[in-house]
């Protein structure tokens, strides 16, 4: 591709960023105006700019650097955010899906280059090769419509990687026979030095994924649990992504590949809705990607148009082949595996694209020499390819844009099971979703993990219902009390807004601190609390604290109490012990629900300890409500079995036990002796104690002479019993 013979009018770097911001900040504007996805007004914006365009800027070094990066980012963001339980329940039609894709626009091509462009069989298979792969140039629009967790979105990704994968294992192979077979020295056996090749390939390539996934787990469990700062484990991600990137680099692949493999690493270390999440994706979005979308705008030469109608040829039956090949697998897959007509236009969309991808793999062809001074591409090869960019681009963007508003409106379209539901179980629904929690907080050790259980159990779709609450005593130290109650919940509002989520902060003084909770639950509406558990050093009688017990025997709603000595996002696995009769409380499906929640954010195993009859249900509910969820059944006959529990829970377990308040359905006196079986089995756990919805919704305010307003901890029949057995033991 010739350059140009005039310098750009702009070459001062500073400037040329200053250029890129203000594309990157008006495109979006201008785009959604012309109601024309802000991708392809990224991609436009580069080839207007660039030096086959108005020759504006000059594209640089930062465009190498930043453009590199910002495909790095489009792979890496695919792997962190794919369902990683849908790749192993459907690994069947991933690998269909991602053989089909590559396969048959490959052989389209192939046979379309060599019949019709009159190309030879190594030039028609390098072009087939590039058809066969694909950038997820779309991706970033998945985002937007919160579908990467969608069935068709994942399995595009998927099969992305793997016809990406074949793509450049047969390019690496065309480059190394091609040099075997173009040796001079006559000792040199092209055949021994081809298989060398694949020897090499084959044990490199391994010797990398084992280490991978045995180093990057370690590591990240290990960095994550001694270092909370925000910027450390930012830095700490961006390192082992370019890590990744450079070993796939050294052994023959190109970096995307790596950059997407340590995203499927580090997927269940960095849960979705979690601040470093968020950090990732603005950094990529606001600047890597966008700089990547508009350096592969700047390498295409629409100029090349003017040069005769056989360059337009070129670039049309390329593009046309190329994609149609695309459809075909999309479609017959969709077909294949009976999904709607929106999923396989999804698929369609994000698996036509090419980028920067095709670029280099085309630069490998122009780097291999057929005959003195002739090379594998030539001009014409290259300028259709880059064209073909453009209009594949172009194609991608409009199709994922228009499959995901069609996924969209069909997933809220009431449909006849829906329709169908009894009121009970409509409200029930609704009882579960409505969520408003309130976060007490007091300790600055503990309270960034209560923020991120809030987020991780919260509605999704309802982020902005959290209530963070300190509550000191008004006594002659409350000035002092307050101040750093002030200071801890703007530690939590940043903490927050880092997620995008609005959190209503409250300081309360108060002269009992159980009262000073249950009036701002009932202020701010919230229907549950999240609270860290009191530490004690040895047993005894207040295991809950001074004032926990008052609060859950005088408040109805569900009460969480959680103790980590371990980040959340490096857990492997929950324990649930489940009382008999749990399913008959009021709220049954409320923590429940906020368990499966939990267990999905943080892509971890679910296992459930309690009678056949709650098992059944809670089945029940997981398979119809949380497929996606890995969940365990065990029996567990009787409560007397909870402390033999304690030799399955490791260190990166975290041990939830659904508890009752007394006099209701579930209580059994087994559960007095819970605060000493914890304290004795459990110390040193991760663990959550959870009193579920008791009354349903009675008025909190309500009162009767025929229920007590207050149940004691322990009764007088119960010190008139230790009394006894005290008398006995003597005897």
Not at 93 to 108: D, H, R, S, Y
Not at 336 to 348: E, S
Not at 577 to 598: D, K, M, T
């Amino acid at each position: 591709m010739p350059l140009l013979a005039t310098q750009p009018l702009i070459q001062d770097p500073t400037l040329i960023f200053f250029v890129v911001l203000l594309i990157i900040l008006f495109a979006p504007i201008i785009m959604g105006k012309l109601r024309i996805p802000h991708i392809i007004g990224m991609v436009l914006a580069g080839v207007l700019m660039g030096q086959y365009g108005l020759n504006i800027l000059q594209r640089d070094d930062s465009f190498e650097l930043f453009g590199r990066v910002g495909l790095y980012y489009i792979m890496f963001l695919a792997g962190l955010e794919m369902d990683m339980e849908g790749v192993k329940r459907n690994t069947r039609q991933f690998v269909i899906f991602g053989l089909l894709t590559c396969l048959v626009p490959l052989g389209m091509t192939y046979v379309m280059a060599i019949s019709l462009l009159h190309y030879s069989p190594t030039a028609s298979f390098l072009l087939g090769c590039i058809m066969a792969s694909n950038t997820l140039i779309a991706y970033p629009i998945i985002g937007r419509y919160g579908l990467q967790r969608h069935h068709s979105v994942s399995l595009s990704v998927g099969s992305s990687l793997i016809s990406l994968f074949l793509a450049l294992v047969m390019i690496a192979a065309l480059a190394a026979s091609h040099t075997s077979f173009n040796a001079q020295s006559e000792a040199a056996n092209p055949t021994n030095s081809f298989l060398l090749f694949w020897v090499l390939f084959v044990v490199k390539l391994a010797l990398y994924i084992v280490a991978m996934l045995w180093l990057i787990p370690h590591l990240t469990r290990y960095f994550l649990r001694r270092y909370s700062d925000a910027v450390m484990q930012f830095i700490f991600v961006l390192a082992i992504m370019f890590l990744n990137a450079a070993l796939t680099d050294l052994i023959g692949l190109e970096g995307i590949f790596g950059a997407f493999f340590s995203g499927l690493i580090l997927n269940r270390y960095i849960p979705h809705v979690s601040p470093l999440m968020n950090r990732i994706e603005f950094t990529g979005n606001a600047l890597f990607i966008p700089y990547f979308l508009i350096g592969v705008g700047m390498l295409i030469n629409v100029r090349t148009l003017t040069q005769g109608p056989y360059v337009l040829w070129v670039m049309l039956l390329i593009a046309f082949f190329g994609t149609f090949g695309k459809a075909v697998a999309a479609y017959l897959s969709s077909l294949l595996f009976r999904l709607p007509k929106a999923d396989g236009n999804m698929m369609f969309g994000l698996t036509s694209a090419h980028a920067a991808g095709a670029i280099a793999m085309v630069m490998v062809g122009m780097r291999l020499e057929i005959a003195p001074g002739q090379y594998l591409v030539n001009d014409n090869m290259l300028n259709g390819v880059v064209l073909m960019i453009l209009v594949t681009c172009v194609i991608s963007t409009l199709m994922t844009e228009h499959a995901s508003k069609q996924i969209v409106l069909t997933a809220h379209k009431p449909n006849e099971a829906y329709q169908a539901n009894s009121t009970l179980e409509a409200k029930e629904t609704y009882r579960t979703s409505n969520d408003r929690i309130l976060i007490c907080v007091k300790y600055r050790e503990i309270a960034p993990q209560l923020l991120n259980l809030a987020l991780f159990v919260g509605n999704s779709h309802r982020r902005r219902d959290l209530v963070a609450l300190n509550v000191v005593y008004d006594d002659e130290k409350s000035v002092y009390h307050r101040n750093a109650g002030l200071q801890l919940l703007e530690q939590l509002e940043r903490q927050a807004s880092a997620s995008e989520v609005h959190l209503q902060t409250q300081v309360r003084l108060a002269s009992n601190i159980a009262n000073g909770i249950k009036h701002a639950f009932r202020e701010t509406g919230c229907t549950e609390i999240i609270m860290g558990m009191h530490v004690h050093t040895d047993r005894n009688a207040k295991f809950w604290g001074d004032f926990i017990q008052s609060l859950y025997n005088g408040l109805s709603r569900q009460i969480m109490l959680a103790r980590f000595v371990q980040p959340l996002n490096t857990l492997r696995r929950i324990r649930v012990a489940v009382p008999s009769r749990a399913e008959y409380e009021p709220g049954f499906h409320r923590w429940l629900e906020r368990l499966c929640r939990l267990a999905s954010e943080l892509d971890c195993r679910i296992q459930f300890h309690g009678r056949g009859e709650s098992l059944k249900l809670i089945a029940e509910y997981i398979n119809s409500r949380h497929p996606s969820v890995r969940a365990e059944y065990t029996a567990m006959e009787h409560w007397n079995e909870l402390p033999q529990l304690a030799a399955h829970i490791a260190d990166d377990h975290l041990f939830v036990v659904v508890t009752a308040r007394k006099g209701t359905i579930s209580y059994k006196n087994a559960l007095e002796r819970l605060p000493d079986e914890l304290q004795k089995y459990f110390s040193g756990k991760n663990l959550m104690i959870i009193f579920p919805d008791q009354y349903g919704d009675q008025k909190e305010d309500c009162m009767s002479f025929t229920e007590a307003q207050h149940h004691e901890e322990k009764s007088v029949y119960d010190w008139l019993l230790r009394k006894i057995n005290k008398l006995r033991t003597h005897d």
